[in-house]
Each structure stands twice: as structure tokens, then as C-alpha cells.
């Protein structure tokens, strides 16, 4: 390879070329409005905005050029000028090609090229792309002014290259963060998962000594812990992102409190500390996604009650707030917040100094990610503090909705007071100890269960007996739960509930699309996968 080559081919160069994102692009106004601006400034017919390849020229932005060439808007390295910019790194300034000892034979001097002023386009790592420059068709004399224009243009032309270079990076780089959280959540997750359906079994098994189902409700209490601390890494992930989705829907904000405050009952009790709801909006209609609301409730009681001193009293407040909003106050007498962190308290990983981290743990995730939620509402959150040792209180403050009277849920027998329904259900899960426990569950609710823990043996299976219900893990050996599913679903009509320790939306889309009625994130609390087996009877 000659040197010439060995420039053009370098994959440093190469690579940044790619990831400014340019090549084979349609033409943009931004690049456009500069190569016209040459043209009438400098005087000439003609203003391009050239990006070398390693074998091509490609035109970003080309002004006065033959139509023909235009829309092809790119000509092998034979026929530029440009790639001499780039070996060089430095403005090639010519005034008649014809007479120039490296040009005078290039095809382009037969086509009208004669007179041409280019000037590199170098990124901040000093690795040229290319160059912006000015041609005639007749020779002429560049003026130092006019070479300094020029290179004004095209340091403009190069901030609009490196903001989309830029852009494409931070794209890329969400990307691999998604992908990271998502692995990072599947990996977790997977282990967690027999172990909470094996604390569940033996905390329900009614022979089990009294202090023996103190110590297992225990571990299932800090499995449950560690779900959900994978799961506010993910709502994380989505609210960073600008991925949050929200099922919005009629609520009555009243309802949603009360029952925060009983999901609550068991924090409060071990304090022990007293929470007290005062209703008094008038107006307490809103819509919006009642897990996500139900969850900053949850977070800024929880966090009320863990800060709050022991025998304290907590209030769980609705007010009407100007322009038909409503106001949510949560007040604590505990140990508040001094006034140097009050104003970082809604920022990632603030946890009010090193002493509040070793006395009360957690990460500090808790109220950035109710930040998110609530403006992702159109809402509002804010805490107010006298400083240490006097209290905190916590406002929410979200858009109210004229809603008709909002009919109340009739109330749903508890799962163990219903008539058992038998199934005959097909589980499969290539992970050994899930598939044990899971299925010994299963059986002990006196479902009928079959199991495999690859695709082809599933499908074996089903082509032996007909299967109420496949409850099926995603990812397997041999192929996919989807694929599964769907193949399935062609022979006939079979309900199913997918099991994953991916739990972003696309995963959940991605799982309906198959066929399946409900997507479950691993590990599995055995009770709603019972309460779901049962509603889907």
C-alpha cells in the first residue's frame, strides 16, 4: 500500500468519518446554507462540502454542480481534489490546476476545474475528513480574505459535524447503557428467582415451625429488597432516557393513597411509627398510571417512615391547588433535612452526607426516580425542611382531570378463598433450580404440569396432549419463548404468560406480540403468578 492510501485507509480516520454520521445522508439545510454563502461571497460557481473515503468522495452539500453529478453527489478518489486536502492536512490553494505539477492530469481538470481553495475539515483529534472548498472554472488569484472566509466556513461547517458526531455517540452510548442495565438486570434477577419461590413455598407450608417461618419470611423480605432495587436501576434507565411509558387511565387520587398507606402497614409497624391519611381535596380525580403514582407515594412514605423518629406520626395529605390540580403532602417530624442538601435531594445518588448513608443505607435512586415519574405526569415535586431535626415535608402537585364519578372496584376474594381451578400447564425454564421449584409449586395448587426446558422438547410435548396454559422463560438453548409461542399458537389456541429477567418495554412488547397474555419479571412472586393463573382461567 502507498502512503497516499495507507492516509486515506487509516482506520482511525476511517471510524470517525462513520461515526460523524454523514456519509450517504440526504442533503441538510444547515450544510447547504454555508456552500451558498461561499459561492456568492467568494464569487464562484461552484462549493462543496467534500468527505473523503477511503475510495469515494462524498458530497455533503454541493452548490453550482452538474445536475447529473448532483444526484449521485459523490465521484471516485480519481476525479478529487479534495482527498489532497486530507493527505496533507493542510489548505490546498491552487490557481490553475493546468499548470499545477500533482493536478494538471486529474480527470476533474477536463470537466471545468481550473481554479480551487480547499480547506481540511479536522475534528478535535486532528483526523481530517475531508474539506470544504471553493471551485472556478477559470483560474484566478486567492486573496489571504478570502482563504480566511473560507476558513470560517468551514469551522462552521465543522461544529455542525461534530454536533452530529456527537449526538451519534450519545445515541450509541444509551444504547450499550440499556443493553448493560438489561443484562445486568437478567443476570441478577435469574438466581433471585428460585430462591424467592423457594422461600415462598416454605413460608406458606403450614407444618413449618413459627420460628423457623420468621427466619424464611425474612430472607423472601430481602429478596424482594433486592428486586427492587434491580427495578429502580431499570425505571432508571427509562426515565434518563426519555423511555418511561405511561398506561394513564381514570383514577381517584383518594383511593391511591389509602391504598399506599396499607401497602405501607408493615414499615410503619416495625418502627413503630403512626401514619394518618387527612383527605381533604374536593377535587380528586386525576388520570395517570396508577403503579407508577402508587410507587412515589409508596417511595416518600417509606422514606417518611424510615426517617421519622419511633412512636412518630406521619400525615398523608390531599389539598385542591390552584387551576384545578391537586396537592399530595407527605410530613414527617423525623430527622429533616439540612438546609445545604435540601436543594440536591432530587438528584441521583444524593443521600444527604456520609452519615445518613451509614445510619439509613440505599443507594439515594429513591426520589430522583419519583422526580421523573411525576414530571412525566406533568406534575410537579418538592420537599420543604426547617433543617435537621424538624421534619420533612414532601409536596406532589399534579394536573387534575374532570372525570365522571368514578365507579368503585367491587372487592376480589383473596386467591386462597377461591375454588382451586386445575390446569394442565406446560413450564418451561432451562434454568434447573426455577424450573424445580416453580413446577413443585405449581403442583402443590394441584395443577397438572409438564416440563422442558428447551424449545424442541416443549413442542414435542405439546404434539403428545393439548395444554391449557404454556408458561414459558424467554430466553432458551435451542431458541426463544417467542418463538415458541407462536408456533404454538398455530397448531391451537393456547393462553400464556411469559417469564423474563428482561423487564424493559420493548422486552414486554416484544412478548405480546408473540401471543402471550402477561409478561412476568423474574424473579416471580409466586402469589401474583397464582392470582394471574387464576384470572386467566
Not at 482511525?12 to 456519509?23: E, F, H, I, M, N
Not at 475528513?129 to 471553493?134: D, E, K, P, R, V
Not at 420460628?211 to 429502580?232: A, F, G, H, K, P
Amino acid at each position: 500500500m502507498d502512503k497516499t492510501a495507507e492516509v486515506l485507509a487509516d482506520a482511525a480516520r476511517l471510524k470517525a468519518l462513520r461515526q460523524a454520521a454523514l456519509l450517504d445522508t440526504p442533503p441538510e439545510e444547515a450544510f447547504d446554507r454555508l456552500t451558498r454563502l461561499a459561492a456568492r461571497i467568494l464569487g464562484v460557481p461552484v462549493s462543496l462540502v467534500s468527505l473523503v473515503d477511503k475510495d469515494r468522495q462524498f458530497f455533503k452539500s454541493c452548490t453550482g454542480i452538474p445536475e447529473a453529478l448532483a444526484l449521485s453527489r459523490q465521484t471516485p478518489l480519481t476525479h478529487s481534489f479534495c482527498q489532497h486536502a486530507v493527505l496533507s492536512g493542510e489548505p490546498v490553494i491552487v490557481e490553475d490546476a493546468r499548470e499545477h505539477p500533482v493536478l494538471k492530469d486529474n480527470p476533474a481538470v477536463a470537466l471545468g476545474v481550473v481554479a480551487y481553495a480547499g480547506i481540511p475539515l479536522v475534528t478535535p483529534d486532528g483526523l481530517v475528513l475531508g474539506s470544504f472548498c471553493a471551485i472556478d472554472t477559470k483560474p484566478r488569484e486567492w486573496t489571504q480574505e478570502q482563504i480566511d472566509l473560507l476558513r470560517d466556513l468551514t469551522a462552521a461547517a465543522m461544529t455542525e459535524i461534530e454536533l452530529r458526531r456527537v449526538a451519534d455517540e450519545l445515541r450509541r452510548s444509551n444504547e450499550a447503557k440499556d443493553r448493560f442495565f438489561a443484562m445486568l438486570s437478567h443476570e441478577l434477577r435469574t438466581p433471585l428467582s428460585p430462591a424467592l419461590l423457594a422461600a415462598t413455598a416454605v413460608a406458606t407450608d403450614a407444618e413449618l415451625p413459627e420460628r423457623l417461618r420468621e427466619d424464611v419470611q425474612l430472607i423472601q423480605r430481602n429478596i424482594e429488597l433486592e428486586v427492587r432495587l434491580i427495578d429502580s436501576l431499570l425505571d432508571l434507565t427509562r426515565i434518563t432516557n426519555g423511555k418511561l411509558r405511561l398506561h394513564s387511565q381514570a383514577l381517584d387520587a383518594h383511593d391511591l393513597l389509602a391504598a399506599s398507606v396499607a401497602m405501607c402497614g408493615a414499615e410503619a409497624s416495625a418502627k413503630p411509627a403512626v401514619v394518618r391519611l387527612d383527605l381533604r381535596a374536593a377535587r380528586h380525580a386525576l388520570r395517570g398510571d396508577s403503579a407508577k403514582l402508587q410507587q412515589v407515594v409508596c417511595n416518600l412514605l417509606k422514606n417518611a417512615i424510615k426517617f421519622s423518629s419511633t412512636h412518630g406520626e406521619i400525615v398523608v395529605r390531599s389539598l385542591d391547588e390552584g387551576a384545578g390540580s391537586l396537592k399530595i403532602e407527605i410530613s414527617d417530624k423525623g430527622s429533616g433535612i439540612a438546609p445545604d442538601v435540601l436543594p440536591h435531594v432530587f438528584n441521583l445518588f444524593e443521600q444527604g452526607g456520609k452519615a445518613v448513608t451509614q445510619r439509613f443505607g440505599g443507594l439515594g435512586l429513591g426520589l430522583a426516580i419519583c422526580k421523573g415519574i411525576v414530571e412525566a405526569h406533568g406534575g410537579s415535586i418538592s420537599a420543604v425542611s426547617e433543617g435537621t431535626g424538624r421534619g420533612t415535608t414532601m409536596t406532589v402537585v399534579l394536573p387534575g382531570a374532570s372525570l365522571p364519578q368514578l365507579p368503585k372496584a367491587a372487592p376480589r376474594a383473596p386467591a386462597e378463598l377461591r375454588p382451586p381451578l386445575s390446569l394442565k400447564i406446560l413450564l418451561v425454564e432451562d434454568h434447573e433450580d426455577s424450573l424445580r421449584a416453580m413446577s413443585r409449586l405449581l403442583r402443590k395448587l394441584e395443577h397438572q404440569v409438564t416440563t422442558a426446558t428447551c424449545v424442541s422438547t416443549a413442542l414435542e410435548a405439546a404434539a403428545l396432549e393439548e395444554f391449557d396454559l404454556l408458561i414459558s422463560d424467554v430466553g432458551l438453548p435451542d431458541g426463544t419463548g417467542l418463538e415458541l409461542m407462536k408456533e404454538l399458537l398455530t397448531r391451537r389456541p393456547i393462553k400464556g404468560i411469559a417469564l423474563t429477567g428482561y423487564g424493559m418495554e420493548s422486552d414486554i412488547q416484544q412478548t405480546h406480540e408473540a401471543g402471550f397474555q402477561r409478561h412476568l419479571t423474574k424473579p416471580i412472586n409466586f402469589i401474583d403468578l397464582q392470582e394471574i393463573i387464576q384470572e386467566m382461567a
